[in-house]
């Protein structure tokens, strides 16, 4: 018979917003014997039956380390500006670290969190789960036969809605800062990275040797700090232009999608269906692919020394998109006249005039809202930038 494994002993910092998925996914892999969920901090208590009886619960991480010994992973799932101290602490013990995207608030800290890695010699993987579909490999393959001729360009397109009550959920949503601490709450920092960082990873832009430039054009139709609807044109050291037009203030939320511009066709990609379609002279195809968990793909490195999906350095070319973004010029406020309210109360969300059409245009033509001389564009950063 196979030697049991013994099941990794796990410990989930941040329990409600995006760690309520960790938790049911913790409760998957428990039920399969893989994991074991030994403690949780959340300085809130946890809902009432979330975590298994058996876990013990703390209001953080400090007062969790020190009653937790042999901890083998610990999952951070917190507020961004948290990122830094919480996975530089986790790094201090003899556990692999799972840390939720975007991975840190600045470049600096990034850099300090590599430095710390390197030194523990312990793994961290990056919360970029779209990384973890199949149709990645399926887009290497299609890119290497020449279905699509050369690769041109790629695009990434981000069309959701959020409320005012999105803005309200928590102290720091829509912040660039609090009390003199990096947030960098923005549309391509937070709700829309994947796109960035799936965008990234096909165009072969990982660590931040493989970026050439990054240019930001950044708006605000929500009072927020922070961007809401904005253009951000990477260039990779090898030439490719990568842009990605995102916005949460469009007019209903569609599926975000990559798009690779060949000369000889397209291919689309809905990372969060893990839906591929190819369009070429003969025709279109189209195909939905699996995916792999991060969490399982950590526990598998672990065991077995698998390569990971999503680690920490990799996410060096996205960490050089969120310090253009954190070192860019406050974001513009959209003039009132370019934007309407749909809903009441704190179920409104602001909705840019035209703003499916500006996104499509940006993406085709690699241009940022700016350069388009779009109206509220103009009227935003003024007639003569």
Request: with cysteine.
């Amino acid at each position: 018979m196979p030697e049991q494994v013994r099941p990794a002993r796990v410990a989930l910092v941040g329990v409600h917003g995006f760690g309520t998925h960790h938790l049911r996914n913790l409760e998957r892999l428990q039920g399969a014997g893989v994991v074991e969920l030994v403690a949780v901090a959340d300085p809130q208590p946890p809902a009432p039956g979330s975590v298994p009886d058996t876990a013990a619960v703390f209001p953080g991480l400090t007062d969790l380390l020190a009653a937790t010994p042999d901890l083998d992973v610990i999952i951070v799932a917190t507020p961004i500006q948290t990122h830094a101290p919480l996975g530089l602490a986790a790094l201090a013990t003899n556990a692999d670290l799972y840390l939720e995207k975007p991975p840190v608030a600045s470049l600096a800290d990034f850099n300090t969190l590599c430095d710390a890695a390197k030194a523990s010699g312990r793994s961290v993987q990056i919360g970029f789960q779209s990384l973890g579909s199949h149709a990645l490999q399926a887009i290497e393959e299609l890119l290497a036969s020449g279905a699509i001729g050369t690769l041109q360009g790629i695009s990434a397109t981000g069309r959701w809605v959020r409320d005012r009550a999105y803005y309200k959920r928590s102290r720091w949503a829509g912040k660039r800062s609090i009390d003199g601490v990096d947030v960098v709450d923005g549309v391509a920092t937070n709700p829309l990275a994947h796109a960035v960082a799936t965008a990234l990873r096909i165009a072969g832009a990982r660590t931040t040797s493989d970026v050439a430039s990054v240019e930001t054009d950044l708006y605000r139709a929500n009072d927020i700090e922070s961007d809401d609807t904005s253009v951000i044109r990477i260039r990779t050291t090898a030439g490719l232009p990568v842009t990605c037009a995102l916005t949460i203030c469009a007019t209903e939320s569609v599926e975000p999608y990559v798009t690779l511009q060949g000369s000889r066709g397209q291919a689309v990609f809905h990372y969060t269906e893990d839906r591929l379609t190819v369009t070429t002279p003969s025709g279109e195809t189209g195909q939905i692919f699996g995916r792999d968990d991060l969490t399982e793909n950590l526990l598998a490195h672990r065991r077995e020394g698998q390569e990971l999906i999503s680690p920490l350095l990799d996410s060096g070319a996205f960490m050089l998109v969120l310090e253009a973004i954190r070192t860019a010029p406050l974001p513009a406020l959209i003039d009132s006249a370019y934007v309407h309210w749909e809903g009441d109360g704190d179920a409104a969300h602001a909705v840019v005039v035209g703003i499916e059409e500006a996104l499509e245009r940006a993406t085709q033509e690699h241009a940022t809202f700016s350069e388009l001389r779009l109206p509220w564009a103009l009227a935003a950063r003024g007639t003569d930038s």
